[in-house]
């Protein structure tokens, strides 16, 4: 199930009496109609045309001529019969197909850039990480390799005879959406980088829609949309990354601010004698319960920064610190616990701002979920509201370091199901 992800990019007549004066266009109506027949199968599963007429209150004629349409865009497809258990001929069972059209989503974070992609009916057909040095690099030097990466991706998805419906890249920073500017994203050291822009000047195609958002956010709408919180209308999602965002669905909508900016809690000051953030400020709660404060506690002789040798992908790192961990090593335990100890305290103050019932936790925090979760959960019930903490529990997140990646997948689909027109006619 595909759920809504509203950008906040679509603007409103400003006057609601000129807009009541000026009919829908035949093709605007069309192209409603389009997405409500789409949509419905796609939440619905296999349904026959009568089955969609009596539920979207289209007449049969109607559907019929959109079904048709669908189809010749390879949207849907039929199967069946499906019996309604009714008298008489059984009807053709319609579901989505999209088996020829594709998503692609990315991420570019401090020590990888990850691919994932999907068809339309949510069939994976890329899912690839490959370990990138983006802290240590230059926006230019990481933005010509995620075109690489995207060069690569559309080749072979190419030789599937899928075609790309859009591209989401996934960022850890403030993204000013309307223009696919990084306006600031502090553990890569990019101000004000035009991805979208840089994209296209080295060589992805312009006729493929490219939109860039934050990765928390994204991350938030993979969970809600398919992750362990399916559905769950008030959640909160910890990155657990170098850095840590925090991506917030609130009443079933993403919480964004005035801005698009909302969800920045690594760089929420909780310690005025702490470490150094890479925002430049002191304290961050991220540099509490960062990956890269868990690496400098628990293997200081491969803490970021000092590794001599080449970059190392997360996953890495973490199998090390699994390992020094099952291994009995006192420090690797002591740090899990410190943590946890942030993770709670932190989490306690999200709770208080927000109610969830769940804060999902995702990257390195889903791998030790089994040493951070008692610990935190049990600072968050001292430490938050009794009557709110004792509503909301973590959960681990099953994605990995994926969740952004495929949260932007979901959002090259959420466009399709709302405007299936995008999609071109095919002649095969």
Known sequence: MHQSWPGGRTSESSSPHRSSRIPADQATVRRSNLSLVLRHVSERGPCSRSAVAVE????????????????????????????????GRPGLALVLDGS??????????VDYIAAFATDLAGRVLIDRRI???AMGSAPERSLAKLAQVIEK???????????LAGITVAVPGLIDTATGTVVVAPNLNWHGVPVVDSLLSAGVSPSVPITVD???????????SSGVAMGTPDLVYLTGEVGVGCGVISSGRPLRGADGFAGEVGHIMVDAIGERCGCGRTGCWE????????????????AYGTDQQPVRDPEERLAEIEQRRAEGDPR???????????????????????????????GFF????????????AELERLGMTVIAGRCAFTASTFGFGAASRGAVDVVIERVLSDPTSIAIRND
């Open 56 to 87: 979207t209150g289209l007449n049969k004629t109607t559907i019929t001529s959109l079904v048709g349409e669908l189809q010749a865009r390879g949207l849907l497809k039929e199967i069946g019969p499906q019996h309604a258990g009714s008298v």
């Open 100 to 109: 020829k059209v594709g998503a692609l989503g990315l991420e570019v974070n």
């Open 131 to 133: 370990g990138f040095d």
């Open 153 to 163: 991706a559309v080749a072979d998805l190419d030789r599937s005879g899928v075609a």
């Open 214 to 224: 934050n990765d928390a956010n994204l991350a938030a709408l993979a969970e809600y």
């Open 287 to 302: 540099t509490k319960v960062g990956l890269a404060a868990l690496v400098r506690m628990a293997t200081p002789d491969h």
């Open 332 to 362: 690797v335990e002591a740090a899990v616990t410190e943590v946890g100890r942030w993770l709670g305290r932190g989490a306690a103050i999200l709770a208080n701002l927000f109610n969830p019932r769940v804060i999902v936790l995702g």
């Open 366 to 377: 889903a791998r030790l979920a089994d040493g951070l979760i008692p610990i935190a959960q």
